[in-house]
T-cell receptor, first 117, second 112 residues
Framework: AQSVTQLGSHVSVSEGALVLLRCNYS??????LFWYVQYPNQGLQLLLK??????LVKGINGFEAEFKKSETSFHLTKPSAHMSDAAEYFC???????????????FGTGTKLQVIP | DGGITQSPKYLFRKEGQNVTLSCEQN?????MYWYRQDPGQGLRLIYY???????QKGDIAEGYSVSREKKESFPLTVTSAQKNPTAFYLC???????????FGQGTRLTVV
């Protein structure tokens, strides 16, 4: 079974500063990894995903994440925070369909990002 | 535009009443899900369906029921047996169960 841990339920950064949201996963097979963003009272929107191939993944709104197998991490970064980045961010993990059946996507508990002007 | 529509956005019900939350998708996805979101607890899976006329319990199915009579629709009923139904409910769909999910805008249910 896979699991995902997001370090820090709340993160505050100044506008223009680096955004770093941490995600570590556990999986017995090479995982699929996702980052989602949720604005207040809305659904989740996919920011980026890693399945196979290049380990540095670029997403929407200037975010990117790097899959590091040796560290079992998939941290989300953005070079310069904008006020509109204030939201809750969820990391998620699943596994490829090697043997059929239901491969569950497991979500982390979320990190709320506050951007200080 | 393709997407997932949840209705209503806000719902108020009296304690002891059943209530049904609507979820419709036009993405031609086979898999659909219902999640419950409470502050600080992330997303918890209530039910999922991989194909029409089939659905499975998730992690917190007690007090909930679903149906999947059409590919496009996956309504969730919150029954009076659900002890703490006040929450934000999210419906999602995906091409396969391990691929990225597309979410609706959510329904905030308040039971008074």
């Amino acid at each position: 079974a896979q699991s995902v841990t997001q370090l820090g339920s709340h993160v505050s950064v100044s506008e223009g500063a680096l955004v770093l949201l941490r995600c570590n996963y556990s999986s017995s097979v090479p995982p699929y990894l996702f980052w989602y963003v949720q604005y207040p009272n809305q659904g989740l929107q996919l920011l980026l995903k890693y399945t196979t191939g290049a380990t540095l993944v670029k997403g929407i709104n200037g975010f990117e994440a790097e899959f590091k197998k040796s560290e079992t991490s998939f941290h989300l970064t953005k070079p310069s925070a904008h006020m509109s980045d204030a939201a809750e961010y969820f990391c998620a993990v699943s596994v490829p369909p090697f043997s059929g059946g239901y491969q569950k996507v497991t979500f982390g508990t979320g990190t709320k990002l506050q951007v200080i002007p | 535009d393709g997407g997932i529509t949840q209705s209503p956005k806000y719902l108020f019900r009296k304690e002891g009443q059943n209530v049904t939350l609507s979820c419709e998708q036009n993405l031609n996805h086979d898999a659909m899900y219902w999640y419950r979101q409470d502050p600080g607890q992330g997303l918890r899976l209530i039910y999922y369906s991989q194909i029409v006329n089939d659905f499975q319990k998730g992690d917190i199915a007690e007090g909930y029921s679903v149906s999947r009579e059409k590919k496009e629709s996956f309504p969730l009923t919150v029954t009076s047996a659900q002890k703490n139904p006040t929450a934000f409910y999210l419906c999602a769909s995906s091409y396969r169960t391990n691929t990225e999910a597309f979410f609706g805008q959510g329904t905030r249910l308040t039971v008074v």
